[in-house]
């Protein structure tokens, strides 16, 4: 049966017809909208980010645990590091296969940088990534499937960055760039993954950072990757790094984070691949879960986290309310709809802009489904909004103010309550469960 059938038939049976005719129409406008064109680094940029990187000292080790790769995907991804403008790398290759497959490929060719471990068994990806952890010797390690591929500029960029944060007296200890996807042959590119700085609660919906994720090599060792965990491994393994940097930085943890907003890394779709069939891997969900909610557990937050209606998303449900668990939530934001159901108001962008503006209710946002991932926003309207105690204090003194014989700007309301609940170190969170609809 088409595999086009195959996931229709199991979306109606998880969310019934209403929302299957809602998420079939939203598939046919992405495709009929994409208009992503990858845009490699131009001859000269690439030469002046060879020369520049002479000067430059941070060592990554790019680990590549296989398993049966095919010949032709895994010589395209070691020349894809092997092109690399930046030249201080290690290509560990930690080769859990029974045939000879992996090891003649990389054999082939002559770069001492490139390292070759035979592994005693297939323990599965995390136990695989772990024998690898223990042959790099890099400052940062890179996590690289066995049939992906980097940017030519993808080590560049991530030793610059390096670089910069620590001129400016911070030593970053997780990065992560923007990914698109790739057909088999590696010939198209499509459905670009523009990801935000970090967002702890978008990750706790989603594993929005996925590729290409780097991390300080003594943060990797320290936290590893769980075997219980297989098949949402970086997941578990982003969180616990987060849950980590969090107890070692508080709250200002998230400045030893960077998003490098470019794409840096395409993940290849073909038969069988997560990337092309979400659910070829079903079980990587649930574990996906567990880690979500693991992570809640040692934060000491009381929450169920259940499977959102799309694969590989979570609804994180808080006990007895999210004021009560997140003392660092003063309220919660939402849609507001216009007559014909479409977003008009509610949550804003770093420049005030409307998110979602114009998107149907029943609209996810595309195949990354932001609109119904709960995640940390800049500002909210206090319109329809769910406000926590001191919120709701603030509020209405801010009200109070307002000359009653006049209306009221709301917007302008809306921006002075966020910069005021800001400078009391709070978060605002988007509730995409929350519609309220306007007039």
Not at 193 to 211: E, G, M, Q, R
Not at 253 to 272: K, N, P, Q, S
Not at 352 to 378: Q, T, W
Not at 403 to 430: A, H, N, P
Request: charged share 30%; aromatic share 10%.
């Amino acid at each position: 049966m088409n595999a086009d059938i195959v996931k229709t038939l199991n979306y109606i049976k998880r969310n019934g017809p209403v929302r299957t005719y809602y998420a079939i129409k939203e598939r046919l406008r992405d495709r009929k909208n994409n208009d992503y064109v990858y845009s490699p680094i131009g001859e000269e940029q690439r030469l002046d980010q060879i020369s520049n990187s002479l000067s430059m000292d941070v060592k990554i080790s790019v680990l590549v645990p296989a398993y049966e790769t095919p010949q032709k995907y895994l010589r395209e991804l070691i020349e894809s590091v092997i092109a690399q403008t930046y030249g201080k790398w290690e290509l560990v290759i930690a080769d859990a296969g029974s045939s000879d497959t992996v090891r003649t490929v990389t054999g082939s060719y002559q770069d001492e940088r490139i390292v070759y471990v035979h592994l005693d068994g297939n323990k599965g990806i995390s136990g695989n990534t772990n024998e690898g952890l223990k042959h790099c010797t890099g400052d940062y390690i890179g996590l690289l499937d066995h049939d992906d591929l980097l940017t030519v500029d993808a080590l560049y960029e991530i030793a610059s960055r390096i670089e910069k944060d620590r001129d400016n007296g911070i030593k970053t200890q997780v990065l992560y760039s923007n990914e698109d996807k790739t057909n088999a042959d590696g010939s198209d590119f499509f459905e670009v993954n523009v990801k935000p700085k970090f967002n702890l609660d978008l990750l706790l919906s989603n594993n929005y950072i996925c590729h290409f994720l780097v991390s300080e090599a003594s943060l990797a060792r320290k936290i590893g990757f769980r075997s219980d965990y297989d098949g949402a491994q970086d997941h578990d393994f982003i969180l616990r790094c987060v849950s980590e940097l969090q107890h070692e930085y508080g709250p200002s943890c998230e400045r030893y984070i960077a998003h490098l907003d470019r794409v840096l890394y395409h993940w290849r779709c073909h038969e069988g691949s997560t990337a092309a069939n979400p659910r070829s891997k079903e079980y990587a969900y649930e574990s996906g879960r567990r880690a979500v909610s693991d992570y809640l557990k040692k934060a000491g937050i009381d929450a169920e986290v259940t499977h959102s209606e799309h694969v590989g998303f979570f609804k994180v449900q808080y006990r007895p309310d999210i004021f009560s668990q997140r003392k660092d939530v003063c309220a919660m934001g939402c849609r507001i709809l216009d007559r014909k159901g479409r977003v008009k108001d509610g949550v804003y962008d770093e420049d005030m802009n409307v998110m979602f503006l114009g998107l149907d209710a029943h609209d996810s946002g595309g195949y990354l489904h932001r609109a119904s991932c709960c995640m940390e926003v800049p500002y909210i309207s206090v319109l329809g909004m769910i406000p926590g105690k001191e919120a709701s204090a603030v509020l209405n003194e801010l009200l109070e103010r307002e000359d009653r014989g006049t209306d009221i700007d709301y917007r302008k309301l809306s921006v002075e309550f966020c910069r005021i609940m800001k400078e009391r170190g709070y978060r605002f969170l988007y509730d995409p469960e929350t519609t309220v609809r306007g007039k």
